[in-house]
């Protein structure tokens, strides 16, 4: 007979949690989020500090090796890190097998998982050096996939890392110079890029990372579980959310439309993007930062009164004020900013969760080492509780109703 597992919980041997919510699927000394509190932490740092004074490479030293470097390991990091920053040639025909006009998301997915065909030399997961490898080239190369993403999207021909200039204007040079013209680099707006990147670098179990850790607990290689992560943050709930503010912004249109909207948001036939969050049920950190880089960028362009950022900031200040949102502690999370700030870049909506999945692929990769390097890992396995058929006996065709 089938057995109903619902036996096993009335006997404290099961735990029915759909969505994780109370469930904690392995031990991490990566990131600390208090989400009552609305703190978050890389390796104990908070991220205000590591914002304020830290770079986005920095940051990914001190989430894969659990210290902020010397300034000698830096300097070696750094080495590394642009020594693999280019693209074998055939990854680069392999480009050419999408659609121009597929996501680049797709084309994400798709070639970083395309790297485990190329790297067999890091491919032992259970060899530390080929590990800090694989973590190396992925680091180095995803900015420079997503960038050509977008060339190829565009028409324009591919474009190479220039070394010399930081991890985030390397990533506004590829993306936009063209032959005719170099990409003239705005400090302020790469340094607005870096903290971008700084603040979506780990987030600890959210569903992308999980999915990462759950891909590796079967022992498959760093490339295939890191282009898993990738397929799982494309979701509008998850990374697809700053790319999904933008698109509601469009299509609010201006700012007397928002008491419509608002009342569609609490009848729930849609809701306000960019606004709520599984662990945060108080400000998330991240958006603070961001609202401030928000304020700095568009200062620098000189777009304060662009009527899109006046909509957005109408939507939170209704939002901070409404009972529904109070009484169920929704608050703007990251992305309600950042896609604000890199559409004020210059970077097309297309682009927004490729930008989130270069930056988050240290996290993954932190974690993919830190699960990989515990010699008590174990293959992720959930059970269900079965709400199916109980035991019946096949019937031939002729017999059916
Ligand atoms: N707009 C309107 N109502 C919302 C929103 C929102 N953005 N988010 C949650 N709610 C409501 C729900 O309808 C629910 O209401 P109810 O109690 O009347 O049923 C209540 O708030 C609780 O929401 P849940 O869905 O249970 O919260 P959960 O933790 O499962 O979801 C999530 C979190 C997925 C982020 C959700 O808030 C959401 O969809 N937000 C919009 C998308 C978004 O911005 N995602 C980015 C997340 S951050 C990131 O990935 C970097």
Avoid at 143 to 166: D, E, H, M, V, W
Avoid at 227 to 233: M, S, T
Avoid at 279 to 300: G, Q
Avoid at 319 to 325: G, I, N
Wanted: with cysteine; glycine share 6%.
């Amino acid at each position: 007979d089938v057995v109903d597992i619902r036996t096993f919980a009335k006997t404290g041997m099961f735990t029915f949690d759909p969505g994780f919510l109370a469930t904690a699927a392995c031990e991490s000394s990566i990131t600390f989020i208090d989400g009552d509190l609305g703190q978050l932490y890389y390796r104990g740092y908070p991220i205000e500090q590591l914002a304020e004074h830290s770079d986005f490479l920095e940051s990914c030293y001190l989430l894969l090796n659990g210290e902020l470097p010397t300034a000698e390991q830096f300097a070696e990091f750094n080495r590394k890190i642009m020594r693999h920053n280019m693209l074998n040639d055939q990854i680069m025909s392999f480009f050419k097998g999408f659609r121009r006009d597929a996501h680049p998301m797709a084309v994400m997915v798709g070639v970083v998982g395309a790297l485990s065909a190329f790297y067999h030399d890091s491919l032992d997961i259970n060899d530390a050096h080929h590990r800090e490898v694989s973590a190396h080239r992925l680091i180095a190369k995803v900015p420079n996939i997503a960038a050509q993403a977008y060339r190829y999207n565009k028409g324009l021909p591919f474009s190479y890392p220039k070394n010399g200039l930081t991890y985030s204007e390397n990533f506004l040079h590829m993306m936009f110079s063209t032959p005719c013209e170099e990409y003239k680099v705005n400090k302020v707006l790469a340094k607005a890029l870096d903290r971008i990147f700084i603040l979506h670098a780990d987030h600890e179990q959210n569903a992308s990372t999980s999915t990462v850790r759950l891909a590796g607990s079967s022992g498959a290689n760093p490339f295939a579980c890191i282009a898993a992560g990738i397929a799982c943050l494309w979701g509008p709930s998850h990374g697809g959310a700053n790319e999904a503010v933008l698109k509601m912004l469009d299509e609010i249109g201006s700012v007397e439309n928002v008491p419509a909207f608002m009342e569609g948001v609490k009848a729930k036939t849609h809701k306000l993007m960019g606004f709520g969050h599984r662990v945060y049920k108080n400000f998330d950190p991240r958006a603070k930062i961001m609202k401030e880089t928000c304020d700095e960028v568009l200062n620098e362009l000189g777009l304060r009164d662009d009527p899109k950022f006046q909509l957005a900031m109408k939507l939170e200040e209704i939002a901070l004020s409404d009972p529904y949102f109070i009484e169920r502690k929704l608050y703007p999370n990251v992305d309600f900013y950042s896609g604000i700030v890199l559409s004020a870049i210059g970077i097309p909506v297309s682009m927004f969760t490729p930008i989130f999945a270069l930056a988050r692929t240290v996290g993954w990769i932190s974690h993919w080492t830190e699960m990989i390097s515990d010699p008590g890992m174990k293959i992720g396995r959930p059970r269900q509780l079965y709400t199916g058929s109980v035991r019946r006996d096949y019937a031939q065709v002729a017999d059916r109703k």
